[in-house]
């Protein structure tokens, strides 16, 4: 809501017993609520394995608030209706940071019938919707920068050694289904973490804003082992952040964007808060600076590596950044 300028408050979210999802006016309270039938989000979500699924149902019905299409009308009507939510959600999406092929997936599974549009014609509203706001924000289709594939300041370390500090990603970029890692030996293993106004950087270039990470969770070795956190960073669509060539820092073998705590050699009971994580400044991941004219959207997950073997992951955590 706070994407398309409506605040945060007056739509209450409620789960019910309702056919998908609807928009609906309480006639005695006058709140306006968004119900949702918690089977029928799952499996859409399951059938189109996307992150944006929730999302792209909510921001749907947060537009039929806002363009008043609660009264009952005739089916011609209610399907124009339709399409304009569509693109509304198209729209939000691009500003929450969904590529254009992300958005189009989640509407080839919305819903068709008599008082619904095609399947072709929601997800033709919901491109234009994307479109419409890509064009707005001074969106370039010519430049890679939302796949985090450009970036436009090194760290200036020029005798740094080239080469990763960090042990490969695994497969699949961020997994938003993964749960709290239950692998055997980790247990309540989490991660948050803070803006700082000032963070070091790695290879002398001058401080500046970045992300810090805090780790917590009980890892139990049955002998002396090399440990090591390392955060991989993606975008929501689950594309990888790639380094700047430049960049000999903050990187992954596989040259995906990365940060990470020293490995250290432990041995029985370990408490993973004790791992220091390197912060990383906003530059290192790659994206475009905009004189902090633009907020990104950005997917942290922590891996816990022993003897250079993944253990377990954290929950992916979904930051904003102005950059």
């Given at each position: 809501?706070?994407?398309?300028?409506?605040?945060?408050?007056?739509?209450?979210?409620?789960?019910?017993?309702?056919?998908?999802?609807?928009?609906?006016?309480?006639?005695?309270?006058?709140?306006?609520?968004?119900?949702?039938?918690?089977?029928?989000?799952?499996?859409?979500?399951?059938?189109?394995?996307?992150?944006?699924?929730?999302?792209?149902?909510?921001?749907?019905?947060?537009?039929?608030?806002?363009?008043?299409?609660?009264?009952?009308?005739?089916?011609?009507?209610?399907?124009?209706?339709?399409?304009?939510?569509?693109?509304?959600?198209?729209?939000?999406l691009f500003r929450l940071g969904a590529t254009e092929e992300a958005a189009v997936a989640v509407f080839q599974g919305f819903r068709e019938g008599e008082s619904y549009p095609r399947s072709q014609a929601r997800v033709a509203a919901a491109k234009s919707g994307w479109w419409s706001a890509a064009e707005q924000s001074?969106?370039?289709?010519?430049?890679?920068?939302?796949?985090?594939?450009?970036?436009?300041?090194?760290?200036?370390?020029?005798?740094?050694?080239?080469?990763?500090?960090?042990?490969?990603?695994?497969?699949?970029?961020?997994?938003?289904?993964?749960?709290?890692?239950?692998?055997?030996?980790?247990?309540?293993?989490?991660?948050?973490?803070?803006?700082?106004?000032?963070?070091?950087?790695?290879?002398?270039?001058?401080?500046?804003?970045?992300?810090?990470?805090?780790?917590?969770?009980?890892?139990?070795?049955?002998?002396?082992?090399?440990?090591?956190?390392?955060?991989?960073?993606?975008?929501?669509?689950?594309?990888?952040?790639?380094?700047?060539?430049?960049?000999?820092?903050?990187?992954?073998?596989?040259?995906?964007?990365?940060?990470?705590?020293?490995?250290?050699?432990?041995?029985?009971?370990?408490?993973?808060?004790?791992?220091?994580?390197?912060?990383?400044?906003?530059?290192?991941?790659?994206?475009?600076?905009?004189?902090?004219?633009?907020?990104?959207?950005?997917?942290?997950?922590?891996?816990?590596?022993?003897?250079?073997?993944?253990?377990?992951?954290?929950?992916?955590?979904?930051?904003?950044?102005?950059?």
């Open positions: 809501m706070r994407t398309v300028e409506l605040g945060t408050s007056g739509i209450v979210l409620k789960a019910a017993d309702v056919e998908n999802a609807a928009a609906y006016l309480d006639p005695l309270s006058r709140q306006r609520l968004i119900l949702y039938n918690e089977d029928f989000v799952r499996n859409l979500e399951e059938r189109s394995k996307s992150f944006w699924t929730a999302r792209a149902i909510l921001a749907h019905e947060v537009a039929h608030h806002a363009n008043g299409h609660l009264e009952l009308i005739d089916p011609e009507r209610r399907k124009q209706q339709e399409l304009e939510a569509d693109k509304f959600a198209g729209a939000v001074g969106y370039d289709p010519s430049s890679p920068s939302r796949a985090g594939r450009v970036g436009t300041e090194a760290d200036g370390s020029g005798d740094s050694p080239t080469g990763s500090w960090i042990a490969d990603a695994p497969d699949g970029g961020a997994d938003f289904d993964s749960k709290r890692a239950s692998v055997s030996g980790v247990s309540s293993f989490d991660v948050t973490y803070e803006h700082r106004p000032t963070v070091p950087h790695y290879g002398g270039a001058a401080s500046g804003p970045g992300l810090q990470f805090f780790a917590s969770g009980r890892l139990t070795l049955n002998r002396a082992s090399t440990v090591q956190l390392v955060v991989y960073f993606s975008f929501p669509d689950g594309s990888w952040l790639f380094a700047n060539p430049q960049e000999s820092h903050y990187r992954a073998v596989g040259d995906q964007i990365a940060t990470g705590s020293d490995s250290i050699v432990l041995e029985g009971f370990a408490d993973l808060s004790s791992l220091f994580i390197k912060p990383i400044p906003y530059y290192a991941l790659n994206l475009v600076p905009t004189s902090y004219n633009t907020t990104y959207w950005v997917v942290a997950q922590t891996t816990v590596l022993v003897d250079g073997v993944a253990m377990g992951q954290s929950q992916p955590i979904q930051i904003s950044l102005l950059w």
